[in-house]
Structure formats: C-alpha cells, structure tokens
C-alpha cells in the first residue's frame, strides 16, 4: 500500500483527482466465476461492452480486445446479453 | 449610504439583492420565509441574474446549495427553527467540502412543543458543524453581517459556510433605520467569487466528497479545524475593512461600558439592546455594570473574550437556548472555558431566558445584576423569565 498523506499533503476541499478508480483494483473480490472470450466467434457488436456495469469490457478502434479482470466482478451480464448462436462468445468459466 | 426603514427580513433580503448570488435554493418557514420571499420578487423582476431553485424541503434546499458551489457558484439560502433542523444531515458536508455558502438563519425555539418565536435552540444546535456563526442585534447588524459574510467565507483561508443570525420577529419582523450602501459599491465591495474547482470544470475533472474510511477522514477533518482558526483573523481584518469604507464597527465581540465595570453580563443578539439600557440605568444609580455581546459564536474566540472578562467580579452568561447537560446553556459552557485559564477569574453564573420567545425586560436584566453582586447567593444555573 503506497504512504499515507498527512492533512497538509491532502489535495484542496476534499477533492480528488477524477478517474482514480483506474489505477485501484477492485476486482479483487471477483468470485467463482470469470467470463472468457471467444475472439473466433465474436461480431464485435458492442452489447458486452455496453452493457458492463464496470467498463471491463476493453476496446480499440471499435473491435473487442477481452476484459480488464483488474475491475471485472464476475456479474456475468457480458456472458448473458451476447448474441452470438449457437455458440457464444462469452462463457462464464471456473477461475 | 441611503438611509431607509426595514424589518430585519427586508434589510437581508435588500443584501442579498446587492450581493446577486449565482444561486438561491430555499425552502420557506416562519420567520425566516420573507428573506426568500422578497428575493424570489427580486428573481421574477428581473433585478438580479440569480438562478432561483424553489425546493421541496430545507434538506433539498441545502442539497441544492451544496451541489451549486460544488460547481463553482455564489449560493444563499435563508431558513429557521426545523428548516434549519432539516438541513442538518448537510450543513457538516458543506463545510467538509469547504463551501462558502451563505445562509440568512433566523433564531426560533426548536420544536416541541411547536412554536414559532426567538430563541437560539435552532442555532446553538448547529453549532459543531463547521459552519461560521455570526449574531446580529438589529437589522443594520444584520445588514453589514451579511454584506461582510461573503468576503469571510470566500476568503483563501477561509472557504467555509456561514450563517448570520437574526433573532426571530424581534429582529426579523421589527422594522428600524438602516443605512445601506449604495449597489454599486457593494458589488465592488464583495466582488467576483473565485471558487477553489468546479464540478464543471472539464479541464481540471475532480472527485468531490469520496469515501473516507479509518485511514482519511480524521485528515481531513483538520482542513476545517485549520479554516476556523484563519476565520479568527479574516474575520477581525474584513471588520477593520468594513470600518474603514463604511464606518460601522465590527469585531468578535461589541463592548459595551465594559472596561471600567465591575459586574457584567454576556448576550448575544437582540437582548443585548434591552441588557444596554438596563446598564445605563444601573450606571446612573452608581453600578459599575457593564455588557459583552457576542457577534461571533463559531469560531469561538475564547482568548479575546477570557481577556476582557478576567478581573471583573461577576459575569453573568445570558442563554438563550438551554443544552440539557444539567450544567448550563451552550454560551455559559464556553465562556466558562475560556477563562479556566485566567489568573483573576470573576465568579460566573448562566442565566437560562427567553425560550420560545418569553420576553426578556429591562427589569429582569437589572435583576440578574442585582443577583450576580450578591456573589455565591445564586445557583450557577438560573431560569428566569419561567414560572416556578
């Protein structure tokens, strides 16, 4: 764990930088189950991505490049709202 | 200065005109409601470019305050008695989040049983909650109080809430002379708020108001601590200014024929009026009686009060709420404090008046002097003004 500040190091007014939450793990917690990507049978249509309760689906230049396991909580929503048939292309899995 | 007549309630709202806040949040109650009231004219006239939020309770009210400064804007509010209770769950985050917002408070005795006149029961229970307390006598005091309000709280060192106190309708609904400051001056005088950051700032994004667990909130409970120390001495150098522009006197603490007395009483707010003719009366019958009137309650200037106060005989602290401790009012606690330390201590004794607006006489001033010379023949706690 990084040095505590003292009260005279503290930003101003009980503000923090915006964004913090990045750079804090908080999917430590994540329990039984992880979802896995499947990139073979993915359209990329984005429904996982929008539909993260935790911006852990991760993106670049509007394709899917898999999760940020850092923050994912394992709700398994990605896994449930994706389209794809007859297989999907998210699976809940055992960690 | 133009020189009109006004209830308290007028001169707070004619302030708040010339100050054109960016936001006004309100809820109305009795007395406080007029303050708003007349504002809230003022909006729909278009005299002021104040964005006027009509809230569903004194909570949202104070919600609403919280979430406009956080964006960077002038707020005022103005409430009472319950609407004052029912900010309460907010009052504390505000100054956390070390938010200058100004409030019109006006003194009514805390229900039960409900009623809606003077005493300081609403405020004196607000009182640790990070918030600056400023008492007015009269509706000039009320006037200048809040006109130097703005430049306390907004103030670097400062950045806290404040509330100025009227007593209700003694104050808020008697109408005096008052000498106010012509509009432009007072927009010069106050200036242009510069906020700390701004929920709006998209430059700069912040986090405001994050959970503190064990491991920050002690830490960040000394900003506050530190800012009410500042407001000691913003407070004393925006009073010298005031003075200086505008001639009107204005420190922690109003003496009155203090310094050669030999018994004297400490009030805040509109019975030190009443308590200075009393002492005239006295005066004239060869008692060296003398008043300190308390404008600044939060934060408590314990060692400039201890200091007048030390070598007198007898003090008698004058309360106009009670704190249910079985040992005195909340101003008799502090004053009390204040001079533990004093070599010269004068004997002290509380006396509990006014509740629920029961008249407070010149009689019974001269009364409580007369008790207070008679040096340890009364209870260190006295209600007077009650039947018993």
């Known amino acids: 764990m990084s040095k505590l500040m003292n009260w005279k190091e ?31 049978i993915c359209i990329h249509c ?16 509007g394709k899917m490049t898999g999760f940020d396991y850092k923050h994912c909580k394992g709700c398994g929503i990605c896994a449930k709202e994706c389209p794809t048939k007859p297989n999907k292309a998210i699976t809940m899995e055992k960690e | 200065m133009i020189t009109v007549a006004k209830t308290g309630n007028e001169a707070m ?22 303050i708003v009231m007349i504002f809230a004219k003022y909006v729909a006239d278009g005299l002021v470019d ?31 008695s319950q609407g004052l209770a029912l900010m309460y769950e907010i009052l504390p985050i505000a100054s956390a989040l070390r938010l200058p917002i ?15 006149h003077c005493d300081h029961s609403d405020t004196m229970a607000a009182r640790d ?72 700032d998209i430059e700069k994004p912040t ?25 000691k001495d913003v407070i004393l150098e925006v009073g010298k200014d005031f003075e200086k522009k505008f001639g009107r006197q204005y420190g922690f603490y109003e003496k009155y024929k203090l310094d050669d007395a030999e018994f004297a009483v400490v009030v805040l707010g509109s019975a030190s009026g009443t308590a200075k003719v009393a002492i005239d009366q006295l005066r004239a019958s060869g008692v060296k009686a003398g008043m300190l009137k308390i404008r600044v309650f939060r934060p408590f200037p314990a060692e400039e009060i201890a200091k007048e106060l030390t070598g007198k005989k007898a003090i008698a602290v004058m309360d106009r709420s009670d704190s249910f ?42 009364n409580i002097f007369e008790s207070i010379r008679n040096v340890g023949k009364v209870p260190v706690v006295n209600y007077i003004g009650v039947r018993q």
Not at chain 2, 19 to 27: E, G, L, S, T
Not at chain 2, 102 to 116: D, K, L, Q, T, Y
Not at chain 2, 132 to 148: G, H, P
Not at chain 2, 223 to 230: G, H, L, R, S, T
Request: glycine share 6%.
């Open chain 1, 46 to 61: 984005m429904i996982c991505w929008i539909s993260c309760p935790d911006s852990s689906v991760t993106v670049k230049d």
């Open chain 2, 207 to 231: 986090t405001v108001g994050a959970l503190d667990l064990t491991d920050y909130y002690f830490e960040h409970k000394m900003p506050v601590i530190e800012a009410m120390k500042n407001a």
């Open chain 2, 13 to 34: 709202a004619e302030a708040m005109r010339q100050i054109n806040p960016d936001v006004v949040a309100a809820y109305p109650i009795t007395p406080a409601t007029e």
């Open chain 2, 102 to 116: 100004i409030m019109c408070e006006v003194n009514r005795a805390i229900s039960g049983p409900i009623n809606i």
């Open chain 2, 325 to 366: 401790n079985t040992c005195g009012g909340p101003v008799f606690t502090e004053i009390r404090s204040a001079l533990f330390d004093s070599q010269n201590k004068p004997s002290i004794t509380n006396f509990v008046y006014g509740l629920g607006g029961r008249d407070i006489n010149v009689e019974q001033i001269k």
């Open chain 2, 129 to 200: 909650f990070g918030w600056i307390q400023i008492f007015s006598e009269n509706t000039q005091e009320a006037y200048d109080n809040l006109l130097q309000a703005v430049r306390i709280a907004e103030d670097k060192r400062v950045m806290l809430p404040i509330m100025v106190t009227t007593d209700g309708f003694i104050i808020s609904h008697g109408m005096e002379k008052l000498e106010m400051i012509e509009d432009p001056i007072v927009k010069e005088y106050i200036g242009e708020k510069k906020p700390e950051y701004s929920l709006l």
């Open chain 1, 10 to 40: 503290l930003p101003p007014c009980d503000t923090l930088a915006a964004k913090t939450a990045e750079a804090f793990e908080t999917g430590d917690w994540r329990m039984g189950e992880k979802p896995v990507w499947h990139p073979e």
């Open chain 2, 50 to 80: 104040t964005e006027y939020i009509p809230v569903e309770s004194e909570h949202s009210a104070m919600s609403a305050c919280v979430g406009a400064a956080s964006a960077g804007a002038r707020v005022m509010t103005g409430t009472s």
